[in-house]
Nanobody, 126 residues
Framework: QVQLVESGGGSVQAGGSLRLSCAAS????????IGWFRQAPGMEREGVAT???????LYADSVKGRFTISKDTAKSTVYLEMNSLKPEDTAKYYC????????????????????WGKGTLVTIYS
């Protein structure tokens, strides 16, 4: 079992920055992928950025160059630094982990992730 707790959401003006944190507890060892997904009202949940046990990162095209994912293994925490925020970034952001999985190319689909946090709301106003 893996427990994920997100924090750091909020409301900021377009062009601003936010940093999300995801504190992980439980069995998160060996091969895994952990990262951020988001879901806007009326939209499907989409991958934003992931990082795996090797430190390899993947980003959605819509956030490349603006968002940075990182992890502090000692603190069992994953971060998402979000800069140059746009109104279209408004969504509920979820932390998710997939055990025994590494990905290449595109961020993995939400359906393959095994554990989810409850999410944190990010609102960007113009």
């Amino acid at each position: 079992q893996v427990q994920l707790v997100e924090s750091g959401g909020g409301s900021v003006q377009a062009g601003g920055s936010l940093r999300l944190s995801c504190a992980a507890s439980g069995y998160l060892y060996g091969t895994y992928t952990i990262g951020w997904f988001r879901q806007a009202p009326g939209m499907e949940r989409e991958g934003v950025a992931t990082i795996d046990n090797r430190g390899s990162t993947l980003y959605a095209d819509s956030v490349k160059g603006r968002f940075t994912i990182s992890k502090d293994t000692a603190k069992s925490t994953v971060y998402l630094e979000m800069n140059s925020l746009k109104p279209e970034d408004t969504a509920k952001y979820y932390c998710a982990a997939g055990l025994g999985k590494n990905w290449r190319g595109d961020v993995p689909p939400a359906a393959v992730m095994d554990y989810w946090g409850k999410g944190t709301l990010v609102t960007i106003y113009s």
